[in-house]
């Protein structure tokens, strides 16, 4: 059902498999795709319809017989035959050739169980695989923000993806202290429609609820603040209403999950060994994932922990760049990959 993109047969792709996008990258080439985790499903037959982009613009608005699926969600893998079936897709739409047996590492959630990290690997095999690899995603994190996480220097990464926030330490190779909580952006999303909700009596759709946090979501004042109109189902009335929101109403819709966040990075501090904490320090705490993108959470971070704050350089695209950069440098990095050997 995938048609190719482009011809990478037989080069090495890395996939970070995120709750809320999926990245490919191929080896010498960098990223190749980019799509939302997302499979609309024909609820009669079982059968995917659309992935990705496509199956993305569907959300809120599919008839009785499609549902738009998010397959991740909540960081864990909660649908494992529909992820199979969305990986495949995108392993197939930049590697088709099937005597061609590329080496393909794919980024999990670091609460994935051994059984999901299996059923990862063999969709990679049955993808084609010559060697199917999976990595823990603070660790891919952290090697695509820069961080020297080979050294014996802790290196502290918090990770803010869609379904969960992932704070790790990483020392010598190794993940020394992690915490993973199941609050990323969706959550603050979902405050956000049940804030409108209850100071405005007014429904919003997910998709809008997200759009609205990335044009006014704050998570510190800032100056010059926006404001936004949004359109709704009004509850009272049932008819589609326009209201208008600003930046300070939509930081008080947030707290909650962004506290939560708040509370995960201090929690690791507390657990963190006092050498490593002092590197971490001088280093300074990485953001990355696209929840590092909300507005003012570094100023946040910053003030409730003491710590310098650096957001990475690209925060969407660590975990893939991570994940690829294990290809490229397979010899001096192939020991963060973990695998088993095709069935
Ligand atoms: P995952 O790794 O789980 O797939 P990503 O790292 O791709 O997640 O991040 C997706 C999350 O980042 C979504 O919840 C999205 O709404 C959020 N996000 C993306 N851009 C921004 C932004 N500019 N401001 C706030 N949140 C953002
Ligand atoms: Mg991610």
Redesign the pocket.
């Known amino acids: 059902m995938a048609e190719t993109l482009f011809s990478f047969a037989g080069q090495d792709m890395a996939i970070?498999l995120?709750?809320?996008?999926?990245l490919v990258y191929v080896r010498s080439h960098g990223i190749v795709l980019n799509e939302p985790?997302v499979v609309a499903i024909n609820s009669q037959n079982g059968k995917p319809l659309a992935v990705g982009m496509e199956a993305k613009r569907m959300i809120g608005r599919t008839p009785a017989n499609i549902t738009a699926i998010r397959p991740?969600r909540d960081?864990v893998i909660a649908d494992f035959d529909i992820t199979e079936k969305m990986l495949r897709y995108f392993i197939q739409k930049v590697h088709r050739r099937k005597w061609a047996r590329p080496r393909i590492v794919v980024c999990v959630p670091s609460g994935i169980t051994p059984v999901e990290r299996r059923a990862v690997e063999e969709a990679a095999y049955h993808a084609g695989a010559r060697r199917a690899y999976t990595i823990e995603?603070p660790m891919a994190a952290a090697i695509g923000s820069g961080l020297p996480i080979g050294e014996p220097s802790g290196s502290m990464v918090v990770?803010?993806?869609?379904?969960?926030t992932e704070v790790a330490v990483i020392s010598l190779g190794g993940i020394v202290v992690s915490r993973s909580i199941r609050v990323?952006?969706?959550e603050?999303?979902t405050a956000i429609i049940d804030w409108i909700k209850k100071e405005h009596n007014v429904l919003i759709g997910e998709r809008t609820a997200?759009q609205l946090?990335?044009a006014v979501?704050s998570a510190w004042p800032y100056a010059d603040e926006p404001s936004a109109e949004v359109r709704g189902r009004d509850l009272v009335t049932g008819l589609p209403k326009t209201i208008l929101l600003s930046s300070p109403e939509i930081r008080e819709a947030i707290e909650e999950p962004a506290q939560a966040i708040v509370d995960a990075v201090k929690y690791t501090l507390d657990k963190t060994p006092p050498e490593l904490a002092a590197d971490i320090v001088e280093r300074g705490i990485v953001l990355t994932?696209?929840?590092a993108?909300?507005?003012g959470l570094d100023h946040r971070l910053a003030h409730e922990t003491g710590m310098p704050i650096v957001t990475a350089a690209n925060?969407?695209q660590s975990?893939v760049l991570g994940s690829g950069k294990c290809l490229e440098e397979f010899e001096a990095l192939h020991s963060v990959l973990a695998s088993s050997a095709r069935p």
């Open positions: 970070d995120g709750t809320a996008n999926t985790s991740l960081g995603e990770d803010i993806g869609g379904g969960t990323g952006g969706d603050l999303d997200e946090k990335m979501g994932g696209g929840g993108l909300l507005v925060p969407l975990v």
